[in-house]
T-cell receptor
Framework: GQQVMQIPQYQHVQEGEDFTTYCNSS?????IQWYKQRPGGHPVFLIQ?????EVKKQKRLTFQFGEAKKNSSLHITATQTTDVGTYFC?????????????FGQGTTLQVKP | GAVVSQHPSWVICKSGTSVKIECRSL??????MFWYRQFPKQSLMLMAT?????????EQGVEKDKFLINHASLTLSTLTVTSAHPEDSSFYIC?????????????FGPGTRLTVT
């Protein structure tokens, strides 16, 4: 079945350093979504990428969707302690409002002040 | 924004009893609801997909007779863990998707932490 792999599993950075997490799917995706989950909390939707090669920015966060629509990345510039949490990518292989999200294993980010 | 609630937020039950978890979309109609299970420090694992008025579709390895899902209305889905055992202890999270949204986002509930003693 479809698999979504995410690396690294953990990342410890000093505040101010950059951070990147990578997501790879075994199959071509119709779209990919990114979520952030704070410790003890639930996943919160960050963004959705749909188009091949798409790049979206949210302040210090940059999201990319690969040309083949099988991989994606989330890059955080100049991390802050508020960035702490687990970042999940989730790929969807259905079109339109169908299909199901398959979550990657998540990357847990720790930021040292 | 779209809000999804879950009740209860946490529950402790004895082994062998059944527990019902409710998932409600508060300000939109959810044509599809999803139930996930998350073990500590692990990812979300999709258990089942339910569409309003029809039977849920369960993922491979998920026992449909143990995890009963009812999506009786466009704003409510329930998950009942029957004859719960300690290995069922987990964080159960629902999400809801509206057929009318252009982004097809899934809005997640706050989760229900189940502990079976």
């Amino acid at each position: 079945g479809q698999q979504v792999m995410q690396i690294p599993q953990y990342q410890h950075v000093q505040e101010g350093e950059d951070f990147t997490t990578y997501c790879n799917s075994s199959t071509t995706l119709s779209n990919i979504q990114w979520y952030k989950q704070r410790p003890g909390g639930h996943p919160v939707f960050l963004i959705q990428l749909v188009k091949s090669g798409e790049v979206k920015k949210q302040k210090r966060l940059t999201f990319q969707f690969g040309e083949a629509k099988k991989n994606s990345s989330l890059h955080i510039t100049a991390t802050q302690t508020t960035d702490v949490g687990t970042y999940f990518c989730a790929g969807k292989n259905g079109s339109g409002n169908t299909g199901k999200l398959i979550f990657g294993q998540g990357t847990t980010l720790q930021v040292k002040p | 924004g779209a809000v999804v609630s879950q009740h209860p937020s946490w529950v402790i039950c004895k082994s062998g009893t059944s527990v019902k978890i409710e998932c409600r979309s508060l300000d939109f109609q959810a044509t599809t609801m999803f139930w996930y299970r998350q073990f500590p420090k692990q990812s979300l694992m999709l258990m089942a997909t339910s569409n309003e008025g029809s039977k849920a579709t369960y993922e491979q390895g998920v026992e449909k007779d143990k995890f009963l899902i009812n999506h009786a209305s466009l704003t409510l889905s329930t998950l009942t863990v029957t004859s719960a055992h300690p290995e069922d202890s987990s964080f159960y999270i629902c999400s809801a998707r509206s057929g009318g949204t252009s982004l097809y986002e899934q809005y997640f509930g706050p989760g229900t932490r189940l502990t079976v003693t």
